[in-house]
């Protein structure tokens, strides 16, 4: 990617490094955010699996508005003809099976690529780290994992959520986790009057993350777009409601009356969806209850690698694969 970086079709390109090493590999695999990762199996002809999170337009929108205007000229004219046709090539690729990491996505790619995907596999948790501890909980505490800097995940909402029910006079914290830089939102927490109200948290490992969750009352998702919303799912595997926008991913998973509840894009309407959960404690219960079992019967480890070990069967037929033998 440091060659021309500003042509960023030439980054997927399958160069002789690459073409050497593909050689050399029985299994072709692509784990990546859009499916343009895959595009040198494609364009060499080999069968691969691809587990893809969003199409390559979605996931990169917010970032093109930060471009300078020769670099969104020179996207438009150049960089997005070309990706989107290279998209095209990876999701209709004969030998191809993609694997879509949540419905929402299956049904993006699939608009994308004018055929059905192959299948969804939603990101496993490890319900060994992540599971209910209702002691733990602090009534009023809400909170959200994620690159909170990134500008798809429209935190901004979620403070403004939080100023309005300060306002109010409920009792709310809020914690974030996922940036380095601590002091990011420090002035924009001024300017709304809520910096004793929030803190936030660096980049956390699983454990040290888990115990943060387990701590909430409610996780809240403010995003602008999610392919799916792993720690929403972590978060819930810990027995945490979930109140989100109408974002993509969590769309599959938040369910009005069983895990949480789905809102518009708008403070107000934010705010009222938390402070209707915190303020209802045997309604938080049992939403705290059907958001883990949601986990447990869609996305636990089990369930991911036998979805897992059916299609790379189904891309690698003749392939003997340690495990098949066992669905």
């Given at each position: 990617?440091?060659?021309?970086p500003e042509?960023?079709?030439?980054?997927?390109?399958?160069?002789?490094a690459?073409?050497?090493?593909i050689?050399s590999?029985?299994?072709?695999?692509?784990?990546?955010?859009?499916?343009l990762?895959?595009l040198?199996?494609a364009?060499?002809?080999?069968?691969?699996?691809?587990?893809?999170?969003?199409?390559?337009?979605?996931?990169?929108?917010?970032?093109v508005?930060?471009f300078?205007l020769?670099?969104?000229l020179?996207?438009?004219?150049?960089?997005?003809?070309?990706?989107r046709?290279?998209?095209?090539?990876?999701?209709?690729?004969p030998?191809g099976?993609?694997?879509?990491?949540?419905q929402y996505?299956?049904?993006?790619?699939a608009?994308v690529?004018k055929?059905?995907m192959?299948?969804?596999?939603?990101?496993?948790?490890?319900?060994?780290?992540?599971?209910?501890?209702?002691?733990?909980?602090?009534p009023?505490?809400?909170?959200?994992?994620?690159?909170?800097?990134?500008?798809?995940?429209?935190?901004?909402?979620l403070l403004?959520?939080v100023?309005?029910?300060?306002?109010?006079?409920?009792p709310?914290?809020?914690?974030l986790?996922?940036?380095k830089?601590?002091t990011?939102?420090?002035?924009?927490?001024?300017?709304?009057?809520?910096?004793?109200?929030?803190r936030?948290?660096?980049?956390?490992?699983?454990?040290e993350l888990?115990?943060?969750l387990?701590?909430?009352?409610?996780?809240?998702?403010?995003?602008?777009q999610?392919?799916?919303?792993?720690?929403?799912?972590?978060?819930?595997?810990?027995?945490?409601p979930?109140v989100?926008?109408?974002?993509?991913?969590?769309?599959?998973?938040?369910l009005?009356g069983?895990?949480?509840?789905?809102v518009?894009?708008?403070p107000?309407?934010?705010?009222?969806?938390?402070a209707?959960?915190?303020?209802?404690?045997p309604?938080?219960?049992?939403?705290a209850?059907?958001?883990?079992?949601?986990?447990?019967?869609h996305a636990s480890?089990?369930?991911?690698?036998?979805?897992?070990?059916r299609q790379?069967?189904?891309?690698?037929?003749?392939?003997?694969?340690?495990?098949?033998?066992?669905?």
């Amino acid at each position: 990617g440091s060659w021309l970086p500003e042509l960023e079709f030439t980054h997927y390109l399958p160069r002789r490094a690459w073409r050497d090493r593909i050689a050399s590999c029985q299994l072709h695999l692509s784990v990546t955010g859009n499916p343009l990762c895959a595009l040198p199996y494609a364009r060499l002809g080999l069968p691969f699996l691809a587990w893809v999170a969003t199409p390559w337009e979605a996931d990169r929108a917010n970032r093109v508005r930060s471009f300078s205007l020769p670099r969104r000229l020179l996207d438009r004219g150049v960089n997005g003809p070309v990706l989107r046709r290279l998209e095209r090539q990876v999701l209709r690729a004969p030998e191809g099976r993609i694997l879509a990491l949540s419905q929402y996505t299956a049904d993006a790619l699939a608009a994308v690529a004018k055929r059905p995907m192959d299948a969804v596999m939603l990101m496993p948790v490890d319900g060994a780290t992540f599971r209910p501890e209702p002691a733990a909980v602090v009534p009023w505490r809400i909170g959200f994992a994620g690159r909170f800097g990134d500008p798809r995940k429209n935190i901004d909402l979620l403070l403004r959520a939080v100023q309005l029910l300060q306002q109010r006079g409920a009792p709310v914290e809020l914690h974030l986790a996922g940036e380095k830089d601590l002091t990011l939102l420090s002035p924009r927490l001024q300017e709304l009057g809520i910096e004793a109200r929030v803190r936030c948290h660096p980049p956390l490992e699983p454990p040290e993350l888990a115990r943060l969750l387990q701590t909430l009352d409610v996780f809240v998702i403010p995003s602008h777009q999610e392919g799916l919303c792993i720690a929403a799912l972590e978060a819930m595997a810990c027995g945490v409601p979930v109140v989100s926008s109408r974002c993509g991913g969590p769309e599959q998973f938040v369910l009005e009356g069983q895990t949480g509840q789905l809102v518009a894009s708008e403070p107000q309407a934010m705010a009222g969806a938390i402070a209707t959960i915190a303020g209802d404690r045997p309604g938080r219960q049992r939403l705290a209850q059907g958001a883990a079992q949601w986990v447990a019967d869609h996305a636990s480890t089990a369930a991911a690698r036998a979805n897992f070990l059916r299609q790379l069967q189904a891309a690698w037929p003749n392939l003997a694969l340690p495990g098949a033998e066992a669905l």
